[in-house]
């Protein structure tokens, strides 16, 4: 059957070749990379007979590859598509646009300048001032009424301004990071083979029928079948979800599929599908189509949300179907979910879902949102105030004091002094509201992420460059980040001698150097190799595997090519090929020798090989038996000595297999990595990065811990630390293999324990001979630790594709550019282009160089919005005009926010950074230092603004500007004002640049151009205002002594600023810290549940809806009251009018159904219990998993079926619903459980309306 088969293929081949065309369609290629095990075996048998009959109808050779023709590959492209995935739409600058236009406080001032400029259009018919009151004649003036529309034009300039600069960055750094993408992409090459070369393309160049070799760490670029595989096997759960590793072989799995990731072993397979036809290609399609889907149609969601209501009422019925839904969508590719059945199955399911934690915008994002907020609301109060007290004031002159009639002709007059005291109340609104903040985070953030691309740092996420500036502790590899990644051989034992350097060939019997090359030359993966250096006079290019370079770098250095055996016997012929993995720590190759015996060459850490030797190479060349006695000698006299001088000792053996005892079971392999012959044992040296032990010396004075995690032996750990710096004579501090870590941090189950791990972690700082799974559980046992004060912010840097979880865990995870494996940079935040530790350092320092430019920033602009505000405030009231008029306030407001953001927040870093603890996440973003400068500097400049005010006429002899009558030009007194208030604010702009109450506010001043240029051409401006610009901004030129007392007094704000830095802060006890983020656990339940639908937690929606969530709470209260009375009128049962128990009405309801109506809420409200199976709130308070797990009695009233009727359930300490809402998170957890579950009772409901 197979030889018809197959003749028949060859037939097909000679007729495709007649034709030109290829035997397989696309279609049937698809179909094939669908199918899985022996469903492919069978129908490769059943098609093409084997591998290498498809290999046939796709006109390739299995051993040589495709002809490389670019006509072939041209027309491979064409008919089976190219290997590249077309990215997705970026949004364009209108929809950042857009996006930027949601901002809360630009939509206030939109509104305003709109009504503003609407007003200053409607011109009443002039009626005669005079019988409208005195106080019409300090109406506006011609001018001031022509100038109008200045004021809302300008707010709606400013609010242009900011949105265009938003959108702008946004588009910058998404346009920067496409660039990125496509660089990332271009440099990704893979090794293929091309008419019989072997060489490495682009992964986009790869066509259908190429013939690729795989090895460790591969990212697979393609869908393809195993040609030739030694020890392959494959992680296969980004596709499948299968976490075990998947082995292929040519007899039982062949299917090799893209986006997975081959974990140990090597092999060749031939290409089948690629781009959009490979498997990720296929997953990669879907996604990209549902995302267009969501994209055009939020209805969709919101009807997805309802018909989950309604699930959630039958949620009972069909747990299971809608979780293995649930489950799929989560986890796209994951078709091979095992069906849940049974209802606690899916909650259990649910319950794993639940425990992944939300994430929330960055840490400073949310403090600073929630600032704005409070600073929003307070300016908003302030503003209504300032309205209201112009209004009342106005009438109580007219009509009580002047005792005027109402006059129906006055009233266009009396609108337009409401409408103007309505346009005082908004100035004061602007300039209270920061809208500089948002643009001041960005601004700041963008500037440092490209300065960071100059340092090395590619930063792929944003927040990933703050969170940066408050780590704590950073978990780092030692190969190739704390060395150079470049190892040579530098010491050998070696026929019974060590020689500490490299020895001279005439030295070494010739035997034991045939043994030696031989060995290293087929016992190292065919992809290593060395190459000519790029530059003359360079080192010689290592590519691939590093250790394995040394050695046959080490065979270069014996003057032996191993080049021409590896030409002698290429890959095909190694009979058998046990590749490197964490568990073998060796590597082994066996060759069928021309006799028909075996030999094998092992190769592998000299601690674990030396175990499994009995003889050794003696100096004559003979093997002598090697006894646990002499292993011991070497072990103390060689290794030991090596490994303490940072060596890595690799021993090279080898063991023959006699033809008389047949060919041996290969697959057992403790059997057959036995009874060894010790060649010899090297020492390979991967030398310390010079500038490495200088950046551990600043992370340590930064308050950084550096641990390092490493796969070597505890010795040569030890003494790269030691190098480094991270171990110092002398300190008490746990070096850990990764078998004594795991022994102390597990129980007698073997479960893991937080507790131990908290025993463990603050003194460890070197962990050895780790696997994968150690460095997450480190990472992980950190970060969940509350045994310091705050929270730990985690770094791990980490190149190797099982590095994976752990950088997925950190806080910030760096991964290497150029040693890392495509994994790692996927898993990674910000990725090292040079895999340099020192580049952490750099990134350390930009962190916190941006949380310092917001607080310069936020000191600057605190102490303008106090004393604008203030001042329009008292102003208005007493004047009943504000001293500041609305065009000067904006001025004043762009000086602030605009400019003041971008002088600000470019502050390059200095060293300094690095000589203070970080701040962790709970620091207020205004320390009791700031307060004090922003309180300090506020009294100074509303001291010196109120004399010139109310004084200033007689001060500088000129007309008072107070109560200037009608059509008054401006005045100079005002003048004065306005100029003196401007100048304070840039003298303080300086003053503001420390915030930590130094001394010398001009350190550095000159590093930073774009500060000097601001605050020079703000300056300037301000002079053009005051001398032209006239009626507009209400200026007159003022003469020059006018000017320098200006100048003069604000000066001053320079020398106050000294007399505020002598006073010490802890004696002002007074002072409160401002700008704390929002813990999760102060977070009610209900929002955090509603906040799941959201990826991400935006604290500014959270301040805004806690008022619409009052609202509700007030109706809800009303409408139990109304039930109440109505209940009670109609004297029949208790319960007719309130609700049923089962239908009971909590806030919790009221949240997450917005739809609540009031006719009749009942069916609306599904139970208590069923809405937690699907909400997945990281804190569940009232659902029966915790109810259980905590130690309060579950009441009965939640315990009793609906059906038993109403149950009355014991006393609880707080009966008051809203009372357990608020109080909420000051309640010990327990008693929260008890009283959440409570508001079942009707009895319940009575007590909260009575």
């Known amino acids: 059957m197979a030889n018809n088969s197959y003749s028949g293929v060859k037939n097909s081949i000679m007729e495709a070749n007649h034709d030109g065309d290829f035997v397989c369609t696309l279609k049937e290629l698809r179909s094939l990379m669908e199918l899985r095990g022996a469903e492919a075996l069978n129908k490769i048998g059943e098609s093409y007979g084997d591998v290498h009959g498809l290999c046939g109808r796709l006109k390739t050779s299995p051993a040589d590859g495709l002809s490389g023709q670019p006509a072939d590959i041209e027309k491979r492209k064409t008919v089976f598509g190219q290997n590249l995935i077309p990215p997705k739409k970026p949004k364009t600058f209108l929809q950042l646009v857009w996006e930027a236009l949601q901002d809360v406080t630009l939509i206030i001032l939109e509104v305003a300048a709109i009504i503003s400029l609407g007003l200053s259009f409607y011109r009443p018919q002039d009626a005669k001032r005079e019988d409208c009151g005195k106080a019409a004649g300090g109406a506006e003036d011609e001018h001031e009424a022509e100038a109008g529309w200045i004021e809302g034009a300008a707010i709606l300039l400013s609010v242009i301004c900011v949105v265009l600069v938003t959108a702008f960055n946004d588009w910058s750094k998404e346009k920067q990071f496409r660039g990125l993408q496509s660089r990332i992409e271009q440099e990704q090459k893979f090794t293929v083979v091309r008419g019989g070369q072997v060489i490495q393309i682009p992964v986009a160049e790869i066509v259908v029928g190429d013939v690729a070799q795989i090895k460790y760490g591969d990212l697979l670029p393609a869908d393809g079948l195993l040609i030739q595989g030694n020890d392959l096997k494959i992680d296969e759960s980004s596709l499948t979800g299968e976490s075990d590793h998947v082995k292929k072989t040519q007899e039982k799995d062949l299917m090799l599929l893209s986006g997975t990731h081959v974990m140990e072993g090597s092999g060749k397979m031939v290409v089948t599908a690629v781009g959009v036809n490979s498997q990720t290609g296929i997953i990669f399609t879907l996604l990209g189509a549902a995302e267009d889907e969501d994209d055009d149609d939020e209805d969709e969601k919101k009807k997805e949300k309802e018909e989950k209501k309604k699930q959630r009422k039958n949620k009972k019925q069909d747990g299971s179907v809608e979780n293995r839904k649930k489950a799929k969508a989560q986890d796209g590719a994951a078709m091979e979910m095992q069906p849940l059945n049974s209802d606690e199955g899916a909650d259990a399911e649910e319950k794993k879902k639940t425990n992944l934690p939300k994430k929330e915008k960055s840490v400073l994002q949310g403090k600073l949102t929630k600032l704005a907020v409070q600073i929003g609301k307070a300016g908003l109060v302030m503003s209504a105030i300032t309205v209201i007290i112009l209004v009342v004031l106005f009438v109580v002159d007219t009509f009580w004091i002047q005792n005027l009639p109402w006059v129906k002709a006055c009233t266009p007059i009396y609108i337009q002094f409401v409408v103007k005291f309505f346009i005082i109340g908004v100035t004061v609104l602007v300039v209270a509201v920061p809208e500089g903040l948002p643009l001041a985070v960005t601004i700041s953030l963008a500037y440092s992420v490209k300065k960071m691309m100059k340092d090395n740092n590619l930063v792929r996420h944003l927040d990933a460059c703050e969170t940066m500036g408050n780590a704590t502790a950073i978990c780092s590899d030692k190969t190739g980040t704390l060395t150079m990644n470049r190892m040579t ?37 065919y992809t290593t190799k060395i190459m000519p250096p790029e530059k003359e006079g360079g080192l010689p290019r290592q590519v691939g595997n590093k250790t394995e370079c040394a050695l046959l770098g080490f065979s270069n250095d014996l003057k032996r090519d191993y080049q021409t055996i590896r030409n002698e016997i290429p890959e095909e012929k190694l009979h ?134 490493t796969g070597d032996n505890i010795n040569t750990a030890r003494a790269i630390a030691s190098k480094c710096g991270i171990l110092q004579p002398g300190d008490d501090f746990l070096c850990l293999e990764g078998k004594e870590f795991n022994r102390r941090i597990r129980n007698e189950k073997g479960e893991i324990e937080q507790e131990r791990i908290d025993k463990i972690w603050p003194k460890l700082r070197v962990l050895a001979r780790s696997s994968p799974t150690d460095k997450h559980t480190l990472v992980k046992g950190i970060i969940d630790s509350t045994v310091v004060e705050q929270r730990q912010v985690v770094a791990v840097t980490g190149d190797g594709t099982n590095d994976g979880p752990a950088l997925k865990k950190a806080d910030v995870g760096f991964a290497m550019g150029i040693a890392g494996t495509d994994v790692a940079k996927e898993a990674s935040d910000i990725i090292l282009t040079d895999d340099n530790f020192s580049s952490i350092v750099k990134a350390v320092m930009w962190g916190r160089n941006v949380y310092d430019s917001i607080s310069k920033f936020l000191q600057f602009q605190l102490t303008v919005n106090v004393v604008a505000v203030i001042v329009a405030f008292t102003g208005a009231c007493i004047t009943q005009d504000s001293p500041l008029k609305a065009v000067q306030m904006l001025w004043v407001n762009l000086i602030m926010d605009t400019f003041a953001s971008l002088a600000l927040a470019t502050e390059p870093p200095t060293e300094a950074l690095l000589l203070r603890k970080p701040y962790g996440r709970n620091k207020p973003l205004i320390s009791r230092t700031m307060m004090k400068n922003i309180l300090g500097q ?124 002598s006073i010490p802060t802890s004696r002002l006890k007074f002072l409160k810290t401002a700008g704390h983020g929002t813990q999760k656990e102060e977070i009610p339940d209900e929002e955090l549940e509603e906040l799941d639908d959201m990826d991400e937690i935006d604290h500014a929606e959270r301040e805004l809806r806690r008022g619409q969530i009052l609202w509700f709470r007030g109706l809800n209260r009303i409408q139990t009251q109304i039930r109440v009375v109505n209940a009670f009128r109609s004297s029949i049962s208790l ?50 998993s915790s109810r259980n797990a905590s130690p309060a009695p579950p009441s009965p009233a939640s315990a009793a079926p609906p059906s038993a009727g109403p149950a009355f359930s014991p006393a609880s300490p707080n009966q008051n619903n809203n009372a357990v809402e608020s109080s909420n998170h000051l309640l010990p957890e327990a008693t929260k459980v008890g009283e959440t579950a409570m508001p079942g009772s009707p009895l319940h409901s009575l007590e909260t309306s009575l």
């Open 1135 to 1184: 319960y007719e009018g309130l609700e049923k128990p089962e239908s009971r009405t909590s806030i919790h309801n009221f949240m997450t159904h917005p739809e609540f109506r009031i006719e009749d809420s009942e069916p609306h409200i599904p139970l208590i219990d069923d809405t937690d199976a699907e909400d997945d709130a990281p804190t569940k308070r009232n659902s029966a």
């Open 938 to 1061: 506020g009294v100074y400049q509303l001291v010196i603004i109120f004399t010139l005010l109310f004084a200033g006429e007689t001060m500088f002899d000129i007309d008072n500007g107070r109560n200037a009558p009608l059509r008054a030009p401006p005045s100079e007194h005002y003048t004065i004002v306005f100029n003196t208030f401007v100048l304070m604010q840039l003298f303080n702009e300086i003053n503001a640049r420390k915030i930590h109450g130094e001394r010398n506010v001009f350190d550095g001043i000159f590093n930073n151009l774009i500060f000097c240029s601001i605050v020079f051409g703000t300056f300037v401006i301000q002079i053009i205002i005051v001398q032209f610009g006239g009626k507009p901004f209400s200026c007159v030129a003022l003469s020059i002594d006018q000017w320098l007392w200006c100048t003069f007094l604000g000066f001053g704000s320079l020398l106050w600023g000294q007399v505020i830095s």
């Open 576 to 709: 058998k090929v046990y590749t490197f993995n964490s568990a073998r720590k060796s590597m082994s190759t066996v060759l069928k020798m021309a006799d028909g015996s075996y030999r094998m060459f092992s190769k592998g850490a000299s601690e674990i090989l030396l175990k499994k030797c009995y003889k050794i190479l003696t100096a004559s060349g003979e093997p002598k038996v090697f006894r646990p006695r002499d292993r011991d000698d070497v072990v103390k006299k060689v290794i030991e000595p090596m490994a303490s001088e940072g060596l890595r000792t690799i021993c090279l053996a080898y063991r023959d297999f006699a033809v008389k005892d047949g060919e041996p079971d290969w697959d057992n392999e403790n059997d057959i990595l036995t009874g060894l012959t010790c060649i010899c044992v090297v020492g390979i040296e991967d030398p310390v990065r010079p500038e490495v032990p200088d950046a551990i010396r600043k992370c340590q004075r930064a308050g950084i811990t550096v641990r390092m995690v």
């Open 489 to 525: 051989v530098v010491q050998a034992f070696v026929a019974e001698k060590h020689y500490k350097k490299v020895p001279e060939p005439e030295n070494i019997p010739a035997s034991i150097l045939d043994f030696l090359i031989l060995g290293i030359a087929v016992n190292c993966a």
